[in-house]
């Protein structure tokens, strides 16, 4: 099949793209509003861009109605923002930070996460977040037509875990459950391996799809169901003690 982006909608786009991209990693953006309020947001168009400085990039979409997301506001308007790296025990609590709150809202605070003090800027990182990132703003480039933009930051403090830092600066990364994006799903980084691969390991693989670690049927997808939103943010509130979580099951995440 050949599919020409001229016919592409942004919502149709939107969906080739998370679905072919895979997997993404996620930045658990954190900023705080020039009034002092903490923001907290997982953002899964996010890769490295550069080395000496060392910088990163994250790619934001507006809200459903147009309007510009907290996360992408605050960066604009302080010029700086720290991102965490999202691991197993904590994808629970990422995977709430990914509703639109109200504006002036402390995400940290309704989904009970713990702040930690950066060293460089004022966000927080994440308390327990084995890596994160400190960054100032670099530049900001509108992309396209529909109030996209991408934010460059360069980082000028890296937190790592004690542990995980080895000799000659390498991080061990096997000692990381870093957790990934896919379409409208997370999946589990688990496998270690480098090339070639013996042939019968390929034979045993082929045509397998992934494993599921929630139980769902291996071919159940959110998208296309009311847990999806095609401007990635979920569009259900998130469960708290007191509340409890709306619609017929995980919404999606990222955005």
Request: glycine share 8%; charged share 25%.
């Amino acid at each position: 099949m050949i599919v020409d982006s001229a016919d592409l909608d942004p919502t149709a786009a939107y969906k080739l793209l998370i679905g072919s991209v895979i997997p993404r990693p996620i930045a658990w953006v954190s900023t705080l509003s020039q009034t002092g309020v903490a923001n907290l947001a997982p953002i899964s168009f996010f890769t490295v861009v550069g080395r000496k400085p060392p910088m990163v990039s994250l790619s934001m979409q507006s809200r459903a109605n147009g309007t510009l997301k907290d996360t992408f506001v605050n960066i604009r308007d302080t010029g700086e923002f720290v991102t965490n790296l999202v691991t197993l025990p904590h994808t629970d609590a990422m995977h709430g930070t990914a509703y639109d709150f109200a504006p002036g809202l402390d995400e940290f605070a309704e989904v009970k996460l713990e702040k930690e003090p950066s060293t460089s800027v004022r966000p927080p990182r994440v308390k327990n977040a084995p890596i994160a990132f400190e960054c100032v703003l670099e530049r900001i480039i509108p992309m396209g037509t529909d109030n996209d933009h991408v934010v460059f930051g360069e980082i000028r403090r890296f937190f790592l875990r004690d542990e995980l830092y080895l000799d000659r600066g390498r991080l061990d990364t096997a000692a990381l459950p870093v957790v990934g994006r896919l379409a409208g799903e997370y999946t589990l980084v688990e496998n270690v391996f480098t090339t070639p691969l013996d042939d019968q390991i390929l034979a045993g693989r082929r045509g397998r799809r992934m494993d599921r670690l929630d139980d769902r049927p291996s071919d159940w997808s959110p998208i296309g169901t009311d847990l999806w939103s095609p401007t990635g943010a979920t569009p259900n509130q998130p469960a708290t003690p007191d509340r409890p979580q709306s619609g017929p099951g995980p919404a999606t995440g990222p955005r």
